[in-house]
């Protein structure tokens, strides 16, 4: 019912741990690969290792979660002995990775491609690091060549994962289409004050809202872009429960991510909304989650 | 969102340690934790020390969060989120609670809900945290340096004290390298053993990966784990992880 292939990759299921959560080292992957995660993406890894912003990094509020991590990362050097052990989990394990610069990107998806990693996604999309995610991933003619320049390098598929942030999504979209599949979205920028402290309470003040409340934004998108890329969507900003994951299918996403919702249920959420799914599916007539994509598109 | 508590006293505990009272309606259970946040300075984890209706927080002075800490007073105000993680377990078994340095915050509020005979450890007679604090049970002191108790580590004091009772169950709370010698002493042993560990934490809710040991999140699968699952953790002792996410030795 769950189970398909995507870029010639086999999912068990299309619900995949997002960049960001649980991601850093390979033994947290297992754990969420254990709890019946479709495949994972490793947290975005850079050229250098890179400690991140002070805390406060995250921020908890009653729709979501406001973070701004800034890319916190081992660097590509250290990361093979944790795709070796996510590797051992039996899913697909997509490397994710960030640059400023075409020759950077592909250094690093080369570096995936060759610790064994099943496919690389691009993050042209993070709110809150300067320079990089989503400062490239605005840059239509530089994010078409990133996503060209990576392709012409490596074997293994390439996900693009753009950015909400931006009036020119169906754009943004287009110009990465060279990608074997596209992510959307990335978290939304924002920001939150505590009033008592008379102050942003993110160190890095900006920040990247996720959970819930942006649900629909990342549902628009999905719909969005649908009608205007062949390639495969991969849906992702808010999915919880069952019910929103047949949501985001229906908008047009083939496949899904789930991030903020790790907080939300914990770690099983993933074998959850599956079991959810299913139950919806058996319920509404549906034999295979593939029949939903796209159904709410108005032609 | 974080709720705003005023400190409404202030006991300095060590040269390095003090003790800020407050009042809050949360009900943590002992070994949960709390972030807090000092706006324009640091967010930091620290566990309750005081879980009646007045709460404390034992803090020792380690980096520029804690300094800043060290010189709020009463009135000044706390900003906090939590209680977060799971606790420590209570146990009918025979208990031995060994606390080394400020980990003794930690237990201090499960040594008052259970019997049990207590080892309070640090580097020097003037760091023993807590030694007024538990009447009417046997209270044993060691330090490295000799200036007071047991001269030595808390781990051979611990191997002495198991010739002497019958403990069924130890619970620790210190540096890593003392919980790792006393986590193999019980296991040699055959003696059931909770830690509450410390590790690089950033998000506190078990979202951002920072405080892993070998796919264990410290932050909400712990701070407190128990035996089965600390013979598991293989990097305890030898490896952790730094701000980047490097496993580097410890």
Redesign the interface.
């Known amino acids: 019912m769950l189970s398909f292939t995507l870029n010639g990759l086999r999912f068990k299921n299309p619900l995949i741990l997002a960049s960001?959560?649980?991601?850093?080292?390979g033994?947290?992957m297992?754990?969420v690969i254990e709890h019946g995660a479709g495949g994972v993406v490793t947290?975005s890894i850079g050229r250098k290792?890179?400690?991140?912003y002070?805390?406060?990094?995250?921020?908890?509020?009653?729709y979501g979660?406001l973070?701004a991590?800034g890319l916190?990362?081992?660097?590509i050097e250290?990361y093979g002995?944790e795709i070796k052990v996510a590797k051992k989990g039996g899913v697909p394990v997509i490397g994710s990775v960030f640059g400023s610069t075409v020759e950077g990107f592909v250094y690093l998806a080369k570096k995936m491609e060759e610790y064994g990693a099943d496919a690389v996604e691009l993050n042209l999309s993070c709110p809150h690091a300067k320079g990089y995610g989503m400062e490239v991933g605005t840059d239509i003619a530089l994010v078409e060549e990133i996503v060209e320049g990576v392709k012409k390098e490596i074997s293994i598929p390439v996900w693009a994962k753009i950015t909400p942030n931006t009036e020119n999504l169906v754009k943004i979209a287009k110009a990465v289409e060279g990608a074997d599949a596209l992510v959307l979205i990335n978290t939304v920028k924002a920001m939150a004050i505590?009033i008592?402290?008379?102050?942003p309470?993110l160190s890095n003040k900006f920040g990247g809202l996720s959970g819930p409340c942006i649900k629909p934004i990342g549902v628009r998108a999905v719909y969005e872009v649908y009608r205007e890329v062949e390639k495969p969507i991969i849906g992702v900003g808010g999915i919880t429960y069952g019910r929103d994951a047949i949501e985001y299918l229906m908008a047009g996403a083939t496949a899904l991510q789930v991030?903020?919702a790790?907080?939300l249920r914990g770690?099983e959420v993933f074998s959850l909304i599956a079991k959810e799914m299913e139950e919806w599916m058996e319920k509404h007539g549906y034999a295979h989650f593939t029949e939903l994509i796209g159904l709410a598109q108005v032609r | 969102m974080y709720r705003v508590v005023e400190i409404e006293e202030v006991v300095t505990e060590t040269p390095t340690i003090k003790t800020f009272f407050f009042r809050d309606n949360s009900e943590p259970q002992p070994g949960q934790f709390y972030m807090i946040w000092l706006p324009g300075v640091d967010e930091f984890p620290m566990s309750i020390s005081y879980i009646g209706e007045i709460k404390g927080f034992t803090v020792k002075r380690v980096g520029a969060g804690t300094a800043r800490m060290h010189q709020l007073q009463k009135g000044d105000k706390l900003w906090i989120r939590g209680p977060y993680g799971r606790g420590f377990r209570i146990s009918q078994k025979k208990a031995l609670f060994v606390g080394g340095g400020s980990g003794m915050a930690t237990l201090a509020p499960l040594i008052d809900m259970m019997p049990g005979d207590v080892v309070i450890a640090a580097r020097t007679r003037d760091e023993l945290l807590f030694r007024k604090r538990f009447a009417g049970r046997k209270v044993y002191l060691a330090t490295d340096d000799g200036s007071e108790g047991f001269k030595g580590f808390a781990h051979e004091l611990v191997e002495k004290l198991l010739h002497q009772e019958d403990y069924e169950i130890i619970y620790t709370c210190g540096p890593e390298l003392m919980m790792r010698k006393i986590i193999d002493i019980a296991i040699s042993k055959g003696i059931d053993v909770q830690a509450s560990l410390e590790r690089l934490m950033k998000c506190g809710i078990g979202i951002c990966d920072s405080c892993s040991i070998n796919g264990y999140r410290v932050c909400v699968d712990g701070p407190v784990f128990f035996k089965d699952e600390l013979v598991k953790m293989k990097d305890l002792g030898k490896y952790k992880r730094d701000k980047a996410g490097r496993r580097v030795p410890l």
């Open positions: 960001g959560i649980l991601d850093e080292s033994e947290t297992l754990k947290k290792p890179r400690e991140g002070e805390n406060p990094v995250i921020y908890e509020l009653p979660l973070n991590i916190a990362n081992p660097g250290n002995e505590d008592e402290a008379g102050m309470v991030g903020t790790v907080y770690i």
